[in-house]
């Protein structure tokens, strides 16, 4: 059955320093794709980065990096140059493409950035 | 730029009663969801669509139901709410693209059924 871990409830990090978010999943479909979203105290969720499984380079984009390791089946997220407003939960999300459009969501990781 | 739109932000309801949740998108996608966000805990599809005319059931759809009568609009009805029922729900939609299929949400509806 396909699942989502988050096993960090709670992080800490420094201003300007970098951090990374650990996400592990499973699944026994060899297409599917993963996202992480953010939702800030507003309470909104946030598309951050996206990694298919067949993609052979790890995402991007702009300060969010995604370590993809699919052997160990984790998909951690790296924020560089952490800021005061990336103080937010973290959600790690997947889609297998032959169950529809449906994501499955871990339980997030709250992240706080200390000035 | 409104992307998706929910209404209402907020509801209090007593148990028995009913309400429709509303959501609409402009980025002409084919795809709708709706989700629950309860403390601690990530969101659930509650239905979903993939099309004008259907839908699905997700995760947990007990106590809840969807209609999809046009592509822009995904209706959530609760037709006797529960206290189980008081929490956040998310609207959503995406174009499906293989795997990428990327979510946009709304900004949440607070419900509380007392």
Redesign the interface.
């Known amino acids: 059955a396909q699942k989502?871990t988050q096993t960090q409830p709670g992080m800490f990090v420094q201003e300007k320093e970098a951090v990374t978010l650990d996400c592990t999943y499973d699944t026994s479909d060899p297409?599917?794709?993963l996202?992480w979203?953010k939702q800030p105290s507003s309470?909104?969720?946030?598309?951050l980065i996206?990694q298919?499984?067949?993609d052979q380079q790890n995402a991007t984009e702009g300060r969010y990096s995604l370590n993809f390791q699919k052997a160990r089946k984790s998909a951690n997220l790296v924020i560089s140059a952490s800021q005061l407003g990336d103080s937010a939960m973290y959600?790690c999300?997947m889609?297998e493409?032959h169950q529809?459009?449906?994501?499955i969501?871990?339980?997030?990781t709250e992240l706080s950035v200390k000035p | 730029n409104a992307g998706v739109t929910q209404t209402p932000k907020f509801r209090v309801l007593k148990t028995g009663q009913s309400m429709t949740l509303l959501c609409a998108q402009d980025m002409n996608h084919e795809y709708m969801y709706w989700y629950r966000q309860d403390p601690g805990m990530g969101l659930r599809l509650i239905h979903y669509s993939v099309g004008e005319g259907t839908t699905a059931k997700g995760e947990v759809p007990d106590g809840y139901n969807v209609s999809r009568l046009k592509k822009q609009n995904f209706l959530l009805g609760l037709e006797s709410a529960a206290p189980s029922q008081t929490s956040v729900y998310f609207c959503a939609s995406s174009q499906p693209q293989g795997s990428k299929n990327i979510q946009y949400f709304g900004a949440g509806t607070r419900l509380s059924v007392l």
């Open positions: 989502i297409s599917y794709g996202f979203y309470g909104e969720m946030i598309f996206y298919g499984s067949y959600f999300a889609r493409v529809g459009g449906k994501l969501f871990g339980q997030g």
